[in-house]
């Protein structure tokens, strides 16, 4: 980043707008761009560790309770979503994604070649609200390559490890 940009990235960003109220923790993005001219446009992004390309109700979840009934990107009318997928294939994820949402997954028209897919939806949008309806959600499969360790291994075995 040059410094010039027009937004700022940030991680775990809270959403104070949908919170519950003034006492309940409001919800979190893992990362988010927020426009510096009015800190209330962020384009949040939501990150999942998907087992296979099979395990994808987390992801699921985030898209169909939280972006579109507006809990998440109120004022957004786009937000990403990212798989880091550590065993199956990005295609499979994303037929299991069109198929659980349910959701017709569009090639990005800039980055036909990367795992990279788009739906637009119809948000909810709560009773006397204003935000955007339309809804379009960027997801893009992140491919995690190399073993995968078979055992769980403890934060206190490593270090009793390392002790030696």
Known sequence: MTGFEPFDVQHEVPEFETSYSN???PPSYDIAFILIADETIIFPLEAKVLRTDKYISKYINEINSNFLTCRYAPFSSEAGMLA????????????????????????HVDFPNRDHKTSDHQRIVPAGEDYPSNFRCHHLVLKILGEQPTEKVTAKETIHETDR
């Open 23 to 25: 006492q309940a923790q």
């Open 84 to 107: 880091y997928l550590l065993k199956g294939d990005p295609k499979e994820a994303f037929d299991n994604i069109a198929k659980s949402v349910p959701c017709l997954l569009a090639d």
